[in-house]
């Protein structure tokens, strides 16, 4: 599978695969049309708190990367790191949208790396962790 980062302010194509939004806001100027999403994960987003901290401090780059993956460990954002490896799973290509405008250092170039592998996940939020969550679901819907 190969992931992609793009700013959603770019124009969508087919060669995007499935197109999920990462940013906890909606962008500015984008209608729903224009942005094609598959769809928005926008608990996967950093929390307001490290957002604008590091929106004052752009040259710890290292530093929001450490603190964002722990905050991938919370509830919300484990359930929404689980919907988008169920939606990165057996796809060709996934794009993350994100409205930055640093293309390099972003919380989508995070869930890049995570997706690739390059990053150990939160503790029970990898692949492995949405198959498990997956199955736990499927056991307690009723049956009809």
Do not use: C
């Amino acid at each position: 599978m190969s992931v992609a980062v793009k700013r959603v302010y770019e124009k969508a194509t087919k060669a995007d695969g499935k197109r999920v939004l990462v940013d906890r806001l909606w962008p500015r100027g984008v209608s729903k049309r224009r942005a094609a999403l598959d769809a928005w994960l926008r608990d996967l987003a950093p929390s307001d708190a490290l957002r604008k901290w590091f929106h004052a401090s752009p040259g710890a780059w290292g530093v929001f990367r450490k603190k964002y993956l722990k905050e991938l460990g919370r509830p919300e954002a484990v359930e929404a790191l689980i919907e988008l490896y169920r939606l990165a799973h057996g796809r060709k290509k996934l794009t993350l949208l994100f409205a930055s405008r640093n293309a390099e250092r972003n919380n989508a170039v995070v869930l890049k790396d995570l997706l690739n592998g390059m990053r150990k996940p939160p503790t029970g939020t990898g692949p492995a962790g949405a198959r498990t969550a997956s199955a736990r679901q499927a056991k307690r819907m009723p049956r009809g």
